[in-house]
């Protein structure tokens, strides 16, 4: 089943308490896709996507993440509003397996386990990866002007 990353991230946002269960493994396939363009006379975009699998195994507190089958896409050209460009591209392999470890309180990401070789950039992919799976757990109203 193809997943789009942030309905995947919105449904499991909550740091292994309410949808994941301690002890299990779940396995995503996921699709990221990141377009930026014009929708006017004459549409078009520039974007690229990345397709892959995203296996998590929970441990109390702790997300274990491996991200594998990595393939990525580029599209630059005339964008149409019926058709999806990704089916005209070429998805290629990327060099994968990266794993890496989160840790939440109360829904909340507290710490990251990166291997020590990742670079900055790496790191920082991580970080916001980390960011998209935190809801609040804390019993208070939302919504609400102060």
Known sequence: MKLLLLPLFAVAA????????DGK????DAELYQNAGTMDYSPSA?????????????AGDDI????????GSQYVGPWSSTEWAWDQTTFTGIPSGDE?????KNGQAVSLKVPSN????????IKAFATTWQISLEDKDYFVAQ
């Open 14 to 21: 909550y740091g292994g308490h309410a949808f994941l269960e």
């Open 25 to 28: 493994e779940y396995v995503y």
């Open 46 to 58: 520039a974007a690229t996507a990345w397709k892959y699998r995203v296996r998590m195994q929970v």
């Open 64 to 71: 274990h993440f491996r991200v594998t089958d990595v393939s």
């Open 100 to 104: 890496f470890s989160v840790t939440y």
């Open 118 to 125: 990742f670079d900055t950039h790496r790191r920082n992919l």
